[in-house]
């Protein structure tokens, strides 16, 4: 089997670390996009997965135009137009100020999809660097460092996040802060795992006996190496972060009004749920449908990037 | 399948329920005799009201008192027109310059233990109070101390003339001293009151599940006893509005409180079903920050009134369920000053920013999320505000982080959006708590600051005259209003939805949302 | 292509014109079209007689005596397996459970992975008698029978230790326990000692030669090591990409190889008995000779 | 094996201090002042003063802290600013509720993620593979509160099938003696009782169990697909195993290992989703008691409320370590070393 | 003897600690000769791997010494430290992982040059193309990635890899175990080749006593850890003093059927038959 992908070979070793690290991660995100894009559009992917890749598809493309395709004003108060159940006027109802549920939904897509995506790249960002520091450490750090995240891993997660929410006040940004504080010690530990694996392959060693410098040997062969890896996660964490937000909005330490972002609608229409049952319905159906897509293209992923794939060449 | 079960479990249920009346209910003697009687004279209310603690003196909180009420006694109480009305005390007088107060109390009067209502379980509980200084403490803030001269009569000694001193007393549950001494423990039987009782109310507590039901039955040696009173309520606590109104709509209560506009509506539809608004002593304002950056110029401050829906408030945070205010005071209070009801004005708002210069400017508004209205008004202000060019940024803030916010000059938000309520109906205590520049930052929510205000305050509160208090009082509101201090925006009233079994149930002007012990079965 | 030597006559078990393939749908790499992994293979083994199946990786040894068991669900078979006289392709699963481990069974190349890590060696081992009812008690003696028989010391205490407890020779034994404790007449061993060191090797070869021959049991042998095969076997087979290339009686094969794979594959096994400075040869010499496009 | 014990002990022990800092570190960023909630709203300036005082509020943080360590050291919570009470009298009302709630949701969870792992590994990437998968995507994906309100609206309210809201029906409870109203029935109440108490916790604990069956099938699904890869699998049909045993005795029971551990967080997971569920079934557990006390700002509930939790969660993966070293004699080797 | 290029000194290797503790190297030596090349022999766990993980610094030696042309790299600066890594390249066992799977042949072959330093582009290019045509590989296939070679090729790019910075002592664990014979045949034969031609000393590490024997002149038998016999090879083969190692001779299967039969037979207390 031929192949032309997978990193390419533009970074030299005497650019600063960093240019190296941007642009090797750069390029493996490329390849294994492109990867994944030949899977998903070769003749044996799943109808299923493919649906899946459609909605998240069109997650985006709502997150990137939505704000501007609104039928209303997202943010106008009309309260004689309130409570409104869906008509031709308002496709999905008006809320209890006379919001169009419709437009509130498209201009919260990206909020939404955006924060959940930070933050699982920032919950992996921070577990990859605690995982490449410990790796880098003497042993014993090492240990202390993944020690230290199995006790921040004793709290569950969302009991963690409510208490630091809760400290931090209710916006969108703590909920960010405090879903990252919550989730990188698992992302840590799994990362420190993935990358152990990597190390001790022979390829690394390898280059370890030619006294390359540990940081360097990161950043050429571990990280890059590590990313398939990486991403298989991320694309797990996706799902669970988009419920567990709307769960913390919902507990009212999500981001104040008049945010569109789904999961505070959820929490404004939380008092209609069953009578103005639009008004929470459609972000609750938008949250579901958001985190199913992107917990089955998690799936896939995860089976395309499967290591004991990788090697049936 | 399913409905079988549930069947089953039922019959399994009523079958239980059954035996144990029979074997431990004394008969009563009502018509239809038996087991079914007994049940009929439950009543079911499930409210949001979940009470933290039992202890009466955290009274001061409306989730408590709701639980609290049918099972204590007052000295004194005010009647739904804001009268004053005798309770446990039959009798007071004031001394001349109103430092010494003295009581005679009713005779005859039982605990729920059996236990004899004496001058001493006034004393004791007023003592405890000022000990915690917790709670409803602070209705007491100028008792110093009192004695019992015999069994039927107190006297108290204030550190100050507080003519409103007995109208406080209304806050404070008298307990069964010699039940609560053994179990005072190191902290004055705060954990043991926590889940006990110790009162001589219309109704003693059954059993009781914290955060969940509260069982009362009725006390057959009521003073007042009253055999239109239920023989047992049980107050069920549901946070949810939709939950109650579940349960509500399934049959299983009797009562609920609190459902969304919506659901009001609906409801209301069915004959079935009563809905009863009851006016609330407490209003609905938005204060502004006399001492802010922008809200500072009264300009500005008169711009907010003016920009404010306030019919939209009516009708979307209210769900038109109570009515737009009229006064800087909640409803039912003596010597209101009658302000006219708001209107919205969005060109002369909008003018006013103009000519103070801050188009454009931005505002911090803070309010609490948990409380349904607010969010609603808080989405409406800002919607307001941007139509007459400021930008409104809101700020979630839970009660205890407001006052942390409040209490430092420099955290102050501009506009805060809050409930405030008279404890008992006088206006005295309520226009000195807000508007005394000496409890800025406390519960001075705006920090104004005006000597001419401090000082009516002052004669008001010492003015051994009520007539003379009054008008000093209704100079107070006149200011307060000149100086655009705050936006008055509602009466939220309690919308109650009960079945037909209950009786109209009155407004009591000391009581958040209604007294459980004045209910009455509709027969 | 030759034909085998014997068809049929007296056969315990006659492969006949077998191929395999993985069907289209299956391919997890791009490609279309079914892959033929072995192609036409006929091969007769007689009772008692021990067979070795000789080839490098992938060419189609271990898929041939795997699809005997048909042991891959997801693999086209085609052509005929015949078992006594009774045709095993396309019987039923019922058919197929009771001549598995019973009448044919097998050991696998990595005694570390053969054995369920969670289940007690006596249970493993004991059974392909359980799952046929016969009782618990008897089973278990059988067990421990088998155990002493394959030298496994104080077989009745470990037969409650787990797999984890044991050395990668003494699973083998094992292993192979478990697979002739229902008294089998066939047994294929799939490289059963590629994994072992060359002490254990030579061990469980010996074992193996000696249960074949006191039990008159057919034992069909793959290997990719030659060298292994020429003490064992009485006849071999070789296959080369998917096909059988050469089967002939052990010396003969040694001594005469026809076919230019199986001379490139005698030369290119580095001996002990000869001299260090004979170059090795590789089968890409002798195909190159004989013109084959080959190439890695 | 004892010193394993003791090892893991240790851990524990270390981790319990480690919640505890957390915990109070997140307390201390907590704004808003602990004293005026204590004082009431309506407290002057000196009463507010004077519960600083009370509450140690005045000393330097460092002393607050190890007071605070010394008092959890001797099982004192401290007394909730709200309530008045015990922090641990409280606690121990409500716990009750929340474990027998994720008691039936984990059982519900393995009543229904055994049998779909099970059934989607076997046949795997066929029509019920892929239908399996979606249902559990599916039931991972809608979050747990949503669940809980649309299933007690349709099946609570409309169809009226189970009850709304509580542990028991008016005049249905056990009395109350150990807080379990499933035990307290069995051993104090009547059938009655049982059914009742038992009735009201099926529905949310289906709510709650949903997460938990997508990722316990799941995993069982993975684990079960690489089991049944395993060479000891083709080993056993070899053997003519018959393929039920294959799958259940062979697969599956090598598949639990991590099934457990995994399993044993759960636990802990499952009590913070209860915040959740709780909150629409209205039921007094630990989750509305947490939830509640962090919008008062209760700050000795919410410490004492996570640190239980983390206590939970910390106790039932040490008790998961030695039943998985029990039952998984791979771990017993790794954790013992070769006997 | 000057001759002599790396001498390996009581060498010891504890792996854990306590109860757990596992001596995998128990006081080993051996010298490695200018142009020679070195069997190093044992069964899995006999410690040969670890031998050469010590001395190309991947494990930790808890005591002993390692002396290579007067460099002791447990002590040696910076400039002496450079000079052994260069001298001293390994091949692995697993040609499958011991090839970064992200790089193309070119990168995972230059990259040696570029860590060493002292290679000027054009040197590099020039080199790399040399070497792969001396392994018998074409320059096209210098832009592809590992996935797109067979075992062998992988193999014998590890072993351009490890020749690439000139070294003097080519390290092999095992580097014909994973492959096929026919593969392994080619692979030995280009050591062979390649050690002649570059005049490399190879310390070559195996359990195939008959791999071995092919290729090697000195032999060092390895039991648990210890150096159970070492000598030419002739010598042992022929004449094996220690026990072992005529237990692990005696076991070599021989590709003679006659002889095989014979022995197994006397093995068995069988009667030669056919």
């Keep these: ?313 | 399948m399913n409905l079988h079960k549930r069947k089953l479990a039922l019959t399994l249920l009523s079958a239980t329920t059954a035996m144990a009346l029979s074997s431990c209910q004394l008969p009563t003697g009502a018509s239809s005799g038996g087991s079914g009687s007994a049940k009929q004279s439950t009543i079911v209310i499930g409210s949001s009201n979940t009470a933290e603690t039992l202890d009466p003196l955290q009274s001061s909180d409306a989730h408590n008192d709701f639980n609290l009420a049918p099972m204590y006694d007052r000295l004194v109480d005010f009647d739904a027109k804001g009268e004053m009305v005798p309770k446990l005390a039959e009798q007071w007088t004031f001394n001349g310059d109103a430092t010494q107060l003295t009581l005679t109390l009713r005779k005859g009067v039982k605990f729920h233990s059996g236990n004899s209502f004496t001058a001493a379980d006034v004393v004791y509980s007023l003592d405890r109070a000022k000990k915690i200084g917790s709670g409803a403490a602070s209705f007491l803030s100028d008792y110093a101390s009192s004695k019992a001269t015999d069994d039927l009569h107190v006297v108290i000694t204030l550190s100050k003339t507080d003519l409103d001193f007995i109208g406080a007393l209304s806050q404070i549950y008298i307990l069964d001293s010699n039940l609560v001494k053994p179990n005072q423990g190191s902290d004055n039987a705060q954990g043991w009151l926590g889940t006990h009782e110790a009162g001589s109310g219309p109704f003693a507590m059954g059993t009781y599940k914290p955060n969940q039901e509260l069982d009362l039955t009725r006390n057959k040696d009521y003073w007042d006893f009253d055999d239109k009173r239920p023989t047992s309520i049980v107050l069920r606590m549901i946070n949810d509005s939709s939950a109650n109104r579940d349960e509500f709509l399934a049959g299983n209560l009797d009562i609920t409180m609190g459902l969304a506009s919506v659901d009001v509506d609906n409801i209301s539809k069915d004959s079935k079903y009563e809905i009863v608004n009851i006016p609330a002593p407490r209003q609905t304002y938005a204060w502004l920050n006399m001492q802010g950056k922008i809200t500072g110029d009264a300009r500005v401050r008169e711009a907010i009134q003016l920009a404010y829906d306030y019919n939209g408030h009516l009708a979307s945070a209210l769900g038109n369920q109570g009515s737009i205010a009229n006064s800087i005071l909640p409803e039912g209070i003596a010597c209101r000053v009658d302000a006219g009801k708001p209107q919205q004005d969005l060109e002369k708002a909008k003018q006013l920013i103009k000519a103070a210069g801050v188009e454009g400017a931005s505002i911090t508004v803070a309010y609490q999320p948990s409380v349904r209205e607010f969010n609603a008004a808080g989405t409406i202000l800002q919607d307001s505000l941007k139509k007459i060019g400021l930008n409104a940024q809101l700020k979630a803030v839970t009660f205890p982080q407001y006052s942390a916010l409040v209490s430092k000059p420099e955290t102050m938000p501009d506009v805060a959006l809050a409930w405030d309520f008279a404890a008992f109906p006088a206006a005295g205590p309520m226009l000195n708590r807000e508007w005394n520049s000496a409890l800025a930052g406390q519960t001075n929510f705006t920090r104004y600051s005006n000597p001419k205000v401090d000082a009516l305050l002052k004669d008001g509160l010492t003015a051994a005259d009520q007539k003379q208090a009054c008008s000093d009082f209704q100079e107070v509101q006149q200011q307060v209003i000149a100086d655009h201090a705050l936006l008055y925006i509602a009466y939220p009233a309690v919308t109650m939805v009960s079945d037909k079994r209950v009786g109209p149930i009155p407004f009591s002007p000391t009581q958040q949302d209604f007294n459980v012990g004045t209910l009455r079965m509709a027969k | ?296 | ?339 | ?274």
């Excluded at chain 1, 319905?281 to 958001?290: N, W």
């Excluded at chain 3, 249970?123 to 618990?136: K, T």
Aim: some cysteine; proline content about 5%.
């Design chain 1, 1 to 313: 089997m031929k192949s032309e992908t997978a990193g390419a070979p533009s970074a030299k070793l005497a650019d600063a670390p960093s240019a190296i690290s941007a642009a090797v991660s750069a390029a493996s995100i490329g390849g294994a996009a492109a990867r994944l894009g030949r899977r998903l559009f070769g003749r044996r992917t799943a109808g299923v997965d493919r649906m899946a890749f459609g909605l998240v598809a069109l997650l985006t493309i709502a997150a990137v135009v939505g704000p501007f395709v609104t039928p209303y004003d997202p943010f106008a108060v009309e309260t004689s137009e309130a409570l409104r159940p869906p008509s031709a006027a308002h496709l999905l109802g008006t809320d209890d100020v006379g919001r169009d549920v419709l437009s509130r939904l498209l201009a919260g897509a990206g909020l939404t999809l955006l924060s959940a995506a930070a933050i699982v790249v920032l919950a992996a960002a921070v577990g990859i660097v605690v995982a490449s520091v410990a790796a880098l450490l003497p042993r014993r750090a090492d240990e202390a460092i993944m020690r230290a995240c199995d006790i921040f891993m004793s709290i569950p997660s969302l009991v963690l996040a409510l208490g630091l929410a809760a400290a931090l006040g209710p916006s969108m940004l703590s909920i960010i802060v405090a879903m990252v504080a919550a989730s990188w010690p698992s992302t840590a530990r799994l990362m420190r795992g993935i990358l152990r694996e990597t190390m001790s392959s022979s390829y690394v060693e390898s280059a370890r006996i030619l006294g390359m410098s540990r940081p360097r040997l990161m950043l050429r062969h571990v990280l890059p190496n590590s990313l398939d890896a990486i991403y298989v996660q991320a694309s797990m964490e996706i799902s669970g972060t988009i419920v567990m937000i709307s769960g913390l909005a919902f507990l009212g330490v999500g981001a104040p009004p008049p945010s569109p972002d789904w999961g505070s609608m959820i929490a404004e229409g939380q008092q209609y749920t069953t009578t103005a049952w639009w008004i929470s319905l459609f972000p609750g159906l938008a949250i579901s449908l958001g985190a199913i897509a992107f917990g089955l293209v998690g799936d896939a992923v995860r089976s395309f990037v499967d290591p004991s794939s990788r090697r049936s060449s």
């Design chain 5, 1 to 274: 003897m000057n001759d002599v290029l790396l001498r390996v000194e009581g060498l010891s290797k504890t792996f854990g600690s306590g109860r757990r503790a596992h001596q995998a190297l128990d006081d080993v030596s051996f010298e490695l000769r200018q142009g020679e090349i070195l069997g190093l022999v044992g069964e899995s766990g006999s410690g040969k791997s670890t031998i050469i993980r010590c001395l190309v610094g991947l494990e930790k030696e808890s005591s002993g010494s390692i002396r290579y042309q007067g460099i002791n790299p447990a002590a040696a600066s910076k400039s002496e430290l450079h000079r052994y890594r260069r001298d001293l390249q390994m091949v692995f066992q697993d040609p499958y992982s011991s090839l970064d799977p992200r790089m193309t042949v070119r990168r995972i072959i230059e990259e040696p040059m570029l860590v060493m330093g002292g290679y000027s582009e054009r040197e590099r290019r020039e080199r790399i193309h040399e070497l792969i045509r001396l392994v018998g590989l074409r320059d096209e296939h210098l832009d592809r990635y590992p996935r797109d070679f067979s075992g062998g090729q992988r193999q014998r790019i590890a072993i351009v890899r490890a020749l690439v910075v000139e070294p003097k002592v080519l390290l092999c664990d095992e580097p014909v175990s994973a492959l096929d014979v026919s593969v392994q045949a080619q692979v030995l034969n280009l050591l062979k080749d390649m050690q002649r031609q570059l005049d490399l000393t190879v310390l070559f590490v195996s359990h195939d006593l008959a791999v071995v024997k092919y290729l090697c002149t000195r032999l060092v038998v390895l039991n648990r850890g210890r150096v159970a016999e070492k000598g030419s090879v002739p010598e042992i083969y022929e004449n094996p003093q220690d026990a072992y190692t005529k237990a692990l001779l005696e076991a070599v299967p021989v590709p003679n059927p006659a002889a095989e039969r014979e022995r197994r037979a006397r093995r068995l207390g069988l009667a030669v038959a056919r």
């Design chain 3, 1 to 296: 292509m030759k034909e085998p030597l014997v068809h049929g006559g007296g056969a315990l078990l006659s492969i006949a014109n077998l191929t395999v393939s993985l069907p289209e749908r299956q391919r997890t790499i791009t490609g279309s079209g079914d892959l033929t992994l072995v192609e036409g293979l006929s091969l007769d083994i007689r009772p008692g007689e021990r067979l070795a199946l000789v080839g490098e990786s992938g060419s189609g040894k271990s898929l041939t005596a795997r699809s005997i068991l048909q042991l891959d669900p997801a693999l086209k078979l085609e052509g005929s397996i015949t078992w006594k006289g009774c045709e095993l392709l396309g019987a039923s699963r019922r058919v197929l459970q009771k001549v598995r481990g019973a009448e044919i069974s097998m050991i696998f190349q990595d005694p570390m992975t053969a054995l369920n890590p969670v289940l007690t060696i006596g249970e493993q081992v004991a059974e392909p008698l359980l799952v046929r009812g016969v009782p618990r008690r008897k089973a278990y003696a059988r067990a421990v029978e088998m155990l002493d028989r394959l030298g496994v010391p104080k077989a009745k205490e470990r037969m409650r230790a787990y797999p984890g407890q044991f050395s990668g020779g003494m699973r083998q034994r094992v292993v192979m326990a478990a697979a002739l404790v229902a008294q089998p007449q066939l047994l294929i061993a799939d490289e059963p000692t590629t994994a072992l060191d060359v002490r254990v090797q030579e061990q469980v070869l010996d074992l193996l030669e000696e249960q074949s021959r006191e039990l008159n049991l057919a034992v069909l042998f793959i290997t990719h090591d030659l060298a292994i095969v020429a003490g064992l076997a009485q006849r071999v087979a070789v296959m080369f990409r998917g096909r059988l290339v050469e089967e002939k009686p052990v010396d003969e094969l040694f001594d005469h190889p026809d076919h230019p794979y199986t001379q490139g594959l005698i030369g290119s096994i580095p001996r002990i008995d000869l001299d260090p400075d004979t170059r090795l040869t590789t089968v890409e010499d002798y195909l190159v000779l004989q013109g084959g496009a080959h190439h890695e």
């Design chain 4, 1 to 339: 094996m004892y010193k394993f014990v003791l090892r893991r002990l240790g851990f524990a022990a270390l981790s319990l201090w480690g919640v505890a800092t957390i915990v109070f570190v997140i307390s201390k960023l907590i704004p808003g002042d602990v004293a005026r909630v204590a004082a009431g709203r309506l407290a002057t300036a000196d009463q507010v003063a004077h519960m600083r005082e009370v509450l140690g509020l005045n000393d330097p943080l460092f002393l607050q802290y190890t007071g605070y360590i010394s008092r959890l050291v001797q099982g004192n919570l401290g007394t909730s600013t709200i309530t008045r009470q015990s922090v641990m009298g409280d606690l121990g009302a409500v716990l009750p509720t929340t474990i027998q709630l994720v008691l039936l949701g984990m059982f519900i969870t393995v009543l229904i993620a055994a049998p779909v792992g099970i059934a989607a590994a076997v046949s795997e990437g066929k029509a019920a593979d892929v239908a399996a998968r979606i249902v559990l995507v599916t039931s991972g994906g809608v979050p747990v509160f949503w669940l809980a309100i649309m299933m007690r609206w349709i099946l609570g309210s409309v169809l009226g099938w189970f009850p709304i809201s509580g542990t028991n029906s008016v005049d249905g409870g056990p009395p109350t003696v150990t807080g379990f109203t499933v035990l307290d029935s069995l051993l104090f109440g009547t059938i009655g009782n049982l059914a009742d108490s038992v009735f009201h916790l099926i529905l949310p604990a289906l709510a709650l169990s949903a997460p938990f069956v997508s990722t316990l099938a799941r995993l069982i699904r993975s684990n079960m697909m690489t089991a049944l890869k395993a060479d000891y699998i083709t080993f056993a049909i070899s053997k003519g195993v018959p393929r039920r045993r294959v799958i259940l005795r062979h697969a599956f029971r090598s598949a639990l290992g991590s099934v457990l551990t995994v399993f044993g967080m759960q636990f802990g997971w499952m009590i913070s989703a209860a915040v959740l569920v709780e909150a629409v079934f209205g039921l007094p557990g630990i989750g509305s008691y947490l939830y509640r006390a962090i919008i008062n700002q209760d700050t000795f509930s919410v410490l004492a409320s996570v640190v239980v939790i983390g206590f939970v969660f910390i106790a039932t993966s040490f008790i998961v370590d030695l039943l998985q070293m029990a039952i998984d004699p791979r771990v017993r080797h790794a954790q013992l070393g070769a006997a």
